[in-house]
Every structure is written in C-alpha cells, then in structure tokens.
Nanobody
C-alpha cells in the first residue's frame, strides 16, 4: 500500500524541540522530493521545508534557522527537527511527496502526489 505516515508530534513548551518523522512505503522515495507543510487552525497550507532527491534542502522563513530537514533513503524516511518552538508553530504538520522531484513553496492539496495524514504539534505552556 502506498502511503506516508508521520509521527513525532505532541505537546511541547515554548522554547522546546520536536523531531517529526515521515515514513514512506510503496512509493519511490529515493527519487522524490519530500516536503513538510503545516496548517494552523483557521489558516491555509503553509510550506515549511523541502528536500530534493539529491539532498539539497530549502526552508521557509517561519522556521528558517530553527529547523533541519534530513532524509534517510535506506529507511525511506524524512525528518524535520524543530527547535526553539513558539506558540505560533502550533499546527498539523504534513509530509508530502513529489515524485517529479519538485518543491512547491505555495502548495495546494494538488501540488504534491502523496500526503500523510498529519501529526499535531502544539506549543503551549
């Protein structure tokens, strides 16, 4: 079955850290670009970070300098390490795959070929 499964979300205090994971199965992971996109309550999709199949990576301003995206092709998994988290980082975080190895920084649901189910991140004291 082709799917993406995120994990690692949860409740964290301001200033804390989380590491999100996204495991792919039945998909061409190593040749695809992987992205992290979030949706905060009442807001639209916000692209956070992306990594091409060759490992080149990009970040959006909201988490630039506070996050690191990495991929492990042997495990078909992409990670997002987030540090110094703020309440405004609270959202559902999705991983999304582009089999064309593309990064779309203003995504719609149709921008990527596959999406995970999302993992909730809540930053609160």
């Amino acid at each position: 079955e082709a799917r993406l499964v995120e994990s690692g979300g949860g409740l964290v205090q301001p200033g804390g850290s989380l590491r999100l994971s996204c495991a792919a199965s039945g998909l061409p992971f190593s040749t695809s670009a992987m992205n992290w996109v979030r949706r905060a309550p009442g807001k639209g999709l916000e692209w956070i970070s992306g990594i091409y199949s060759d490992g080149e990576r990009y970040y959006a301003d909201p988490l630039k300098g506070r996050s690191t995206i990495t991929r492990d092709n042997a495990r078909n998994t992409v990670y997002l390490e987030m540090n110094f988290l703020r309440p405004e980082d609270s959202a559902v975080y999705y991983c999304a795959m582009s089999v064309e190895d593309q990064i779309e920084t203003n995504p719609s649901p149709s921008s990527y070929d596959y999406w995970g189910q999302g993992t909730q991140v809540t930053v609160s004291s």
